[in-house]
């Protein structure tokens, strides 16, 4: 609720600029243009991924399969935003030990769990991070 109260009074400091109120707008767009989830295939992901970590425990069964992390052995590139509330980095970072690539790396951008990927300053540092990354690799 408080987070919603911020956004909405925040909003009130950019009215003047077009720019970004078309942000904001394209923002608020796209988060309500979500589709509904399945109740009960909500609450179960709730259950194992939240709840229980069954993730990281290597307790996750998709289609009769465990799924096991320590199986991937390709690059992993773990991109978080430090100030998410809903994946925050304490919650990111036992990737490292989870999956079995010896080519593992972390980045980490200010700002929040939706503005990762579509705030201003997530534009600018994200995809160059990303096209680094795997420059790296290239070959």
């Not at 009215?15 to 923002?27: A, Q, V, Y």
């Not at 009960?40 to 992901?45: K, L, M, P, T």
């Not at 996750?60 to 465990?66: H, L, N, T, Y």
């Not at 994946?87 to 036992?94: D, E, G, K």
Request: hydrophobic residues 35%.
């Amino acid at each position: 609720m408080r987070l919603n109260q911020q956004k909405y009074v925040g909003m009130v400091d950019v009215l003047d600029d077009p720019k970004e109120i078309t942000n904001f707008l394209r923002m608020e767009k796209w988060i309500f243009d979500s589709p509904d989830q399945a109740g009960e295939a909500f609450r179960q992901f709730i259950k194992d991924f939240y709840q229980a970590n069954k993730l990281i425990k290597g307790e996750v069964e998709i289609g009769g399969e465990r799924v096991d992390l320590g199986n991937i052995h390709l690059p992993v590139l773990n991109i978080f935003a430090e100030q998410d509330h809903l994946v925050p980095p304490s919650a990111a970072r036992p990737l490292r030990g989870a999956v079995g690539s010896k080519d593992y790396t972390e980045l980490s951008f200010k700002g929040g769990h939706i503005g990762i990927y579509v705030s201003g300053r997530a534009q600018r540092e994200v995809p160059g991070a990303i096209h680094g990354w795997l420059g790296e690799r290239q070959g």
